[in-house]
């Protein structure tokens, strides 16, 4: 099992970055696949970047070439640094986990808000 809290949200204007952390609890971090999703106010939660446990990514191509997902296992920590933001990427952020044998993201933390103002 995993415990996931995020940290580092909060509101910036457009053009700004952020830096979202997740501390992850458990000696077995480093094995898990990584994900941030977020959720748009009044729209349906998206996924928004992945990293393997061998630190292969993948992002939405909504934020390729903006956002960048990191992961330190000496200190359980999965980072998103978010360059270049835009109103449209207002949403409160999901740090998750799942086991790589598995599909779906079994663990969640509680969510940080992000806010762009144009």
């Known amino acids: 099992q995993v415990q996931l809290v995020e940290s580092g949200g909060g509101l910036v204007q457009a053009g700004g970055s952020l830096r979202l952390s997740c501390a992850a609890s458990?000696?077995?971090?480093?094995?898990?696949?990584m994900a941030w999703f977020r959720q748009p106010p009044g729209k349906q939660r998206e996924l928004v970047a992945t990293?393997?446990?061998?630190?292969?990514?993948n992002y939405a191509d909504s934020v390729k070439g903006r956002f960048t997902i990191s992961r330190d296992n000496a200190k359980n920590v999965l980072y998103l640094q978010m360059n270049s933001l835009k109103p449209e990427d207002t949403g409160v952020y999901y740090c998750?986990?799942?086991?790589?044998?598995?599909?779906?993201?079994?663990?969640w933390g509680q969510g940080t808000q992000v806010t762009v103002s144009s």
């Open positions: 998750t986990a799942r086991n790589s044998w598995d599909t779906d993201y079994g663990y």
């Open positions: 990293i393997s446990s061998l630190g292969r990514t």
């Open positions: 458990g000696r077995t971090f480093s094995m898990y696949t």
